[in-house]
């Protein structure tokens, strides 16, 4: 499976080829976004989506602040602005300015899991700037992008860990003549082939085979002496080469690793280097997550009952991302006929979401309806199968379309839902969440800043919009998604809880694959690469106990500990 935005079509986002004379003509490029459906969508992944699983039948019942002026400083999730903080420069030339922030977006998120961090672009650097770091992550997303000599001589100076993404090395190379002597390794050119496995740690990671943006490769030896190789890129071949290694201060990764991820990607070697660099000493730990997904007012209770015993049985706490109001608009599960539930009419759901919370369960908010007015969108109008926050359509191929937000999108109008799943929840006599989880994964930047005054924790994938490092505004005909292998801070505020697995889904649906109990097993699997790492899924309540027991048990033999939100 392809993720990272929630969009599900399938084309490419290419640079055109920029080359600079004989000297770089080495190091010409296509720079590939994402597969997606639009070329301003970067990085698809399925939605939390029931659709097509529900039963069919009638239910039964200390910094430099001159940088202020220069870069929006971000706080990370347990940091103070005297604690650890990265600076993270992007490029903003020309007319791919948007996929720097982008990628600056997703680096910041991750690096906000160890503390504070600011954006800056990468023409605004001035000497010394990195001093007041703990480390530099610099993203290289523009072939050629001029960078300031300050900047080159500052890395040189060998005092702050740097963590360098893709383009412009050679900028650093030819900075200094003995660079090859000093640092032993030489960039070359971009190694263009199919590669589809990255080995980290002793696991073969994935890269999706037709990402053709290319990987860095080296003139020469890499002298191992003063060369650490972290992964290795593995072409179709079976031919290995280097795909992200360090020396000295400097930690290199030959591309960027936002692009096309999954979630056994070589994405989750670049969140775990990020340690090296920002958190050092941090201990080997797995922890896992399970949370109970689209339970609204027509589920069946014993459905209910029967997880919630089967996962206090084996110790497992859980979370209940909870609908208090079922809408069929259109009548499409009853005859024709419009019908609504309210949670607080159906007293043995309430009776049985009781249980669950004494089993181990906490409530979250999953929306107020989980659907949009009386349409589809992009389904059916139905609680649970549709959007609630924005505007879809599926096209004439099957995928499904992001159209942008609702027509009455506004922060009151987002609040207002808010409120009235409050207001529902408060009605049926349940406590009241204190997270918060997008129906399918998807609101405007406008929702999330409202919804994030209300809620400070969200659990759900993270969708982020152009404008989102500020000073512009919100642009949301491009999108980035991006899920996290621990816990982060986000540029809405949020601390985000990962869902990073997926869930169980027995058949494919618009283009996605089934997605079996070992596919889970096997990314979770994949994701003990993560030192400290998260491996989180979500399950819908009409579907076998047999496939939830099957996945605890395989997460649970891989190492992880099942944890509450509030335990991360």
């Known amino acids: 499976m392809l993720y990272m935005s929630l969009a599900a079509g399938c084309a490419t986002v290419d640079e055109p080829e920029r080359q600079t004379g004989a000297a770089r003509t080495a190091f010409s490029s296509h720079h590939h976004g994402t597969h997606e459906q639009r070329s301003d969508r970067l990085n698809p992944f399925p939605f939390d989506d029931g659709r097509g699983r529900r039963p069919s039948a009638p239910r039964s019942s200390p910094a430099r602040r001159p940088l202020a002026e220069r870069s929006a400083l971000r706080e990370g999730v347990t940091s103070s602005p005297a604690t650890t903080r990265a600076l993270v420069l992007y490029d903003q030339a020309g007319d791919w300015a948007w996929l720097g922030q982008f990628y600056a977006v997703a680096a910041g998120n991750l690096a906000s899991h160890f503390g504070g961090w600011d954006p800056m672009p990468v023409s605004s650097y001035q000497a010394g700037d990195m001093n007041a770091y703990s480390a530099v992550i610099y993203v290289g997303s523009t072939y050629d992008e001029p960078l300031p000599s300050a900047f080159l001589d ?7 860990p740097v963590v ?16 090859p002597a000093r640092y032993g390794f030489q960039p070359w050119t971009f190694e263009t082939a199919s590669v589809g496995e990255v080995l980290y740690k002793g696991s073969r990671l994935t890269r999706y085979t037709m990402n053709g943006a290319g990987i860095m490769t080296y003139s020469g030896e890499i002298d191992a002496t003063k060369v650490s190789v972290l992964a290795q890129a593995v072409r179709s071949d079976g031919v290995t080469f280097p795909w992200a290694l360090r020396s000295k201060n400097l930690t290199y990764i030959g591309e960027i690793p936002f692009s096309y991820i999954s979630e056994t990607d070589r994405y989750l070697v670049f969140c775990d280097l990020l340690f090296d660099a920002l958190a050092p000493t941090t201990p080997e730990r797995h922890r896992a997550l399970v949370r109970i997904e689209d339970v609204d007012p027509t589920v069946e209770p014993h459905q209910l009952i029967a997880i919630a015993n089967y996962l206090s049985s084996e110790r497992v706490p859980f979370s209940i991302a909870t609908i208090p109001m079922f809408v069929d608009a259109l009548g499409a599960y009853s005859g024709g006929v419009p019908e609504t539930v309210r949670l607080r009419d159906e007293s043995a759901v309430v009776k049985a979401l009781k249980h669950m919370i004494t089993r181990g369960g906490e409530l979250v908010m999953h929306g107020y309806t989980h659907q949009y007015g009386a349409r589809p969108n ?8 549709d959007f609630e926050f924005w505007l879809s359509h599926i096209d004439a191929d099957d995928y499904v379309i992001y159209d942008g937000p609702v027509p009455e999108d506004s922060a009151a109008w987002a609040l207002g839902r808010i409120e009235e799943s409050y207001g529902e929840l408060s009605a049926a006599g349940l406590p009241m969440p204190t997270i918060f989880e997008y129906p399918h994964y998807a609101g405007s930047a406008v929702d999330s800043r409202a919804i994030a005054q209300r809620f400070s924790t969200a659990y759900h994938r993270g969708l982020y919009f152009g404008g989102a490092l500020g000073g512009g505004a919100d642009d949301h005909s491009r999108m980035l998604g991006q899920f996290f292998p621990y816990v982060v801070r986000d540029t809405y505020g949020w601390q985000v809880i990962p869902e990073n697995l997926g869930s169980y889904e027995p058949e494919p649906y618009n283009h996605h694959p089934a997605r079996l109990p070992a596919d889970l097993i096997a990314s979770a699997r994949a994701n003990l690469v993560v030192r400290d790492g998260v491996a989180s899924f979500y399950f819908h309540p009409f579907l076998e106990v047999d496939a939830l027991r099957e996945i605890v048990q395989g997460i649970k033999a891989a190492g992880y500990t099942f944890v509450r939100p509030r335990d991360l």
């Open 154 to 160: 500052d890395v040189l100076l060998e005092k702050t």
């Open 164 to 179: 360098w993404l893709n383009h412009n090395i050679w900028q650093l190379s030819s900075r200094v003549a003995d660079f």
């Open 378 to 385: 992009p389904y059916s109008g139905v609680s649970a199968d």
